[in-house]
């Protein structure tokens, strides 16, 4: 099982990013998916989740501003970005918690992070 993120780059203050996080694998079923970041020097913290019913979280820096979705169909999970700030500049990781086929337990799994740059 893997996820790949995929979208980040660089933007300027206000504009506006989509991220996106695919899984591949044989997956028995995918439970919460998320999005945490990590900005130069500091620790990595959760940016919003997603429950597989729907129900959303988000970090209050973030509400607002950003919107997590997923399609079921897919396991894929997104998330976009408005009104970006610099201070949203960081590597933003991926997460899901997923039950993989024929595999006994629960996992998190990680994607590879993307970078997210918000600088004029």
């Known amino acids: 099982v893997q996820l790949q993120a995929s979208g980040g780059g660089l933007v300027q203050p206000g504009g506006s990013l989509r991220l996106s996080c695919a899984t591949s694998g044989s997956i028995f079923r995918v439970n919460d998916m998320g999005w945490y970041r990590q900005p130069p020097g500091k620790p990595r913290d959760l940016v919003a989740s997603?429950?597989?019913?729907?129900?959303?979280n988000y970090a209050d820096s973030v509400t607002g501003r950003f919107t997590i979705s997923r399609d079921n169909a897919k396991n894929t999970v997104y998330l976009q970005m408005n009104s970006l700030k610099p201070e949203d500049t960081a590597v933003y990781y991926c997460?899901?918690?997923?039950?993989?086929?024929?595999?006994?337990?629960?996992?998190?799994?990680w994607g590879q992070g993307t970078l997210v740059t918000v600088s004029s």
């Open positions: 997603i429950t597989s019913s729907g129900s959303t």
């Open positions: 997460t899901a918690e997923i039950i993989p086929a024929g595999v006994a337990g629960i996992y998190d799994y």
